[in-house]
């Protein structure tokens, strides 16, 4: 059988990761969450107490991670994502990533990748792009949920306002801003439930592997 790539990129809490985890199982597939790298970034910049834009040392921690070694829960805490946003957007720091990435796209018999740039940058070659959208408020509302459902604080309108600069910082930047690939797949998830949304990425991974 031919090799599968699935590359799903989206903005933040639009519901990617939930999808891309869906996918990977059903094709039996690795999956990376590639949103995990930066937020690992951001997490050991702070951890030695420094800066988020000191390019050095977030180089140096980007390349000392390690796919195996990640905590989570820690990781996935809200103020991580805002912290990830801010060294993600180092051109140095991207730079860095992308052979782990693409090592790890380039694995057996496929897998699926979650972020912002793997269709357009990271794997432009992906058997399937798919570029998953909902509107800010449907998405402020499933991170509240998530959020309360893990104990944390969830305010809907500072959810809400995070959401939109997030939007914008990753969208403003300038090197691999989230922009949907030139032949990616929109799939907007405002209207549908997680069953929903995973029938119609499926449908698109069928489409266009014919
Ligand atoms: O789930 P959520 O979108 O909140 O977070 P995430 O996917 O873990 O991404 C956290 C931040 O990392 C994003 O706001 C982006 O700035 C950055 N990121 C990126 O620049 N490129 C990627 N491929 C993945 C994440």
Redesign the pocket.
Known sequence: MTRLVIAI??????G??TLARRLATHFNLPHL???????AT?SALLDEGRPLDDVEAAVVAARGLSLTDFDDQR??ARE???A??????LPEV?AE?IDL?RRFARNGEGAV??????GTV?CPDASVKIFVTASAEKRAQR?ALELARRGERADYQSILAD?KK?DE??SA?SV?P?KPAGDATTLDTSELDIEGAFRAALAIVEKARQ
């Open positions: 990129d989206g903005p933040a809490a639009s990617k990761g969450d590639t949103g995990l790298l930066y937020r951001a990781l996935r991580m994502g805002e990830a946003s801010v060294v993600a957007a991207r990533l990435q990748l979650d972020g912002r740039d793997i990271i991170r959401v997030r910082r990753d930047r691999a989230l």
